[in-house]
């Protein structure tokens, strides 16, 4: 048994959920364990090492919209060889009645956390069994929040086999829902280049169409980890500002709105799959510096469970000045004349006497050139006076 590192940066988790090694590099998980993730920040704790990942890949039909958790199955392909001996898959259908222990890293308490430690359920039947899947119920300790991705153990032909995938429970613990790994063994071996250990060693069957209608429904209520929990009952989180395809500054204001029947534990915003920033109450706005280009903002939000919802949008971010807009009284107005101007701004007015002046420009009245006119005449008279003197 591992655990699943999800969310993870620097070897610390966000949450995460268990796991079992079924092969020289495969780990047998659940789909929904691996949703909210990417392969940059998911590893695998064994043995007190942590590793790394080089691919994960849930079931095509998992549908985390879907009432029932059908198909809820995935792998992590590890880069290298696991240190453990891997778990024998079992080849055969499970039984009603057969007697199974579960195996998970999962809570012990409904009020306590997710304990970190590898624990065994024992004591513990086969119920209803359907194509892909089947119950277990009526038992005190059964899957809780942290057992998603682990394992249904059952002893068959003298060898302990790998029965099915614990995907999710009940609130109470007294119903698990299981998908057989049988009812996988086709796309199991494609997706893991038949890395998977099965039991009796037998050539896969051949896939014989999809299976029949599935008759056992799910156990109401949460789920067993982290985003295990029916669609209805995870966070809805909407990124409101910006927008969708928005261009931005490069100093982005972002505000989220979360809606949620359960309260919410943290609300944490990511720029490219890098951790930014969190907060844990409303409201819930953001500020990130971001280089020039497209970008994508993702936000989730957590629950007092664990249960995380996602949401985010693309933007584009540019450098762009900011408009401020032109004050009053420097805003640009048109040329006026006044009546009594002869010509516009900055040209030269010739004014009606009343020694006017345009508006940027200069004026000349034409009580300035009746100045020049009697000084002409004053000369003039100056000059004649000799010659009235000469004639007498």
Known sequence: ???????????????????????????????????????????????????????IVRHP???????????????????????????????????????????????????????????????????????????????????????????????????????????TSSTDWQRSFHIRVDAFRSWLDSESGNNVQWAGGAPPPQDSGPPPADTVQPPPGDGAAPGDSAPATKPNVAITVPSEGATTPLAVDIHVTVTHDKAIRQVQLYVDDTPVNSLSQAPYRFFAQVGPGPHVLRVTARDERDVIGEGSVNITASQMAPDFGVPPDLQMQPPTLDANAGSGDGGVGVGDGTGGVAKGGCAVGNGGTQGVAVLVLLLMLMLMLPLVRRRR
């Open 61 to 167: 039909a998992w549908n985390k919209s879907a009432s029932a958790y059908l198909n809820d199955i995935g792998l992590v392909i590890l880069d290298n060889v696991a240190p453990v001996t891997p778990q024998i898959a079992a080849a055969s259908a499970p039984v009603a009645g057969q007697a199974i222990k579960l195996v998970g890293f999962g809570r012990t308490d409904p009020n306590d956390g997710a304990s970190g430690r590898n624990k065994h359920s024992s004591n513990m039947t086969v119920g209803n069994v359907s194509a892909t899947h089947y119950v277990v119920d009526g038992y005190n300790g059964n899957a809780a929040n942290g057992d998603s991705g682990g394992a249904a153990l059952a002893t068959i032909g003298g060898s302990k086999q790998l029965l099915s995938v614990i995907s």
């Open 1 to 55: 048994m591992v655990k699943v590192l999800l969310d993870a940066s620097g070897g610390t988790a966000t949450y995460y959920c268990s796991g079992t090694v079924v092969g020289t590099k495969t780990v047998l998980t659940a789909a929904h364990c691996i949703e909210l993730t990417t392969l940059s920040k998911t590893l695998v704790e064994m043995n007190g090492a942590v590793h790394t990942v080089a691919r």
